[in-house]
T-cell receptor, first 114, second 111 residues
Framework: EAQVTQNPRYLITVTGKKLTVTCSQN?????MSWYRQDPGLGLRQIYY?????VTDKGDVPEGYKVSRKEKRNFPLILESPSPNQTSLYFC????WGQGVNEQYFGPGTRLTVT | GNSVTQMEGPVTLSEEAFLTINCTYT??????LFWYVQYPGEGLQLLLK?????DKGSNKGFEATYRKETTSFHLEKGSVQVSDSAVYFC??????????FGKGTTLSVSS
């Protein structure tokens, strides 16, 4: 089954404790992206990657890091989480380039930073 | 730059009512347009899409027509059900660029 998986689904942590949210897709997609969803703000893109070893900042990259060492994986790293990073996070993937490229979303990770 | 504007919610309807959620966009060239739906506790999934002017996307009784003259892509459904309660996102995309979302509209349908 074609899918994007994220882990963990729920995470409660404390300020400053490094964490990683994993994202994996099995569709051989070039493009992967991380979003955060906050009430009244919709989805905002954090980082994206157009292929292995190619990443770039989205609209709200501060406080986050990513890496793309393999095509299927795109982890999101919070080196020193703060309470303003409490949010619902989504990973997505798609083909990249010409044509209409539907994005497939993971189920979301709800992060609470206290 | 490109942007998407959706009507603010929440939209509250009774079962079998007619639904319209307005969406307008700003873009250079000819973007592709999408509606995504997010059911409670789930990720977003594609509801319908249109790739050129006057195209009509449709799925699960929902429809939207790509209107270039009014830069709009309004979502409609003739008779909503309780199971349609969700958050709806309008989005646009141009080849080689990232998907741009509106802020989402929450729909609540009561029986």
């Amino acid at each position: 089954e074609a899918q994007v998986t994220q882990n963990p689904r729920y995470l409660i942590t404390v300020t400053g404790k490094k964490l990683t949210v994993t994202c994996s897709q099995n569709m051989n997609h070039e493009y992967m992206s991380w979003y955060r969803q906050d009430p009244g703000l919709g989805l905002r893109q954090i980082y994206y990657s157009m292929n292995v070893e190619v990443t770039d900042k989205g609209d709200v990259p501060e406080g986050y890091k990513v890496s793309r060492k393999e095509k299927r994986n795109f982890p999101l790293i919070l080196e020193s989480p703060s309470p303003n990073q409490t949010s619902l996070y989504f990973c997505a993937s798609s083909l990249w380039g010409q044509g209409v490229n539907e994005q497939y979303f993971g189920p979301g990770t709800r992060l609470t930073v206290t | 730059g490109n942007s998407v504007t959706q009507m603010e919610g929440p939209v509250t309807l009774s079962e079998e009512a007619f639904l319209t959620i307005n969406c307008t966009y700003t873009a250079t060239g000819y973007p592709s347009l999408f509606w995504y739906v997010q059911y409670p506790g789930e990720g977003l999934q594609l509801l319908l899409k249109a790739t050129k002017a006057d195209d009509k996307g449709s799925n699960k009784g929902f429809e939207a027509t790509y209107r270039k003259e009014t830069t709009s892509f309004h979502l409609e459904k003739g008779s909503v059900q309780v199971s349609d309660s969700a958050v709806y996102f309008c989005a646009l995309n141009q080849a080689g660029t990232a998907l741009i979302f509106g802020k989402g509209t929450t729909l609540s349908v009561s029986s």
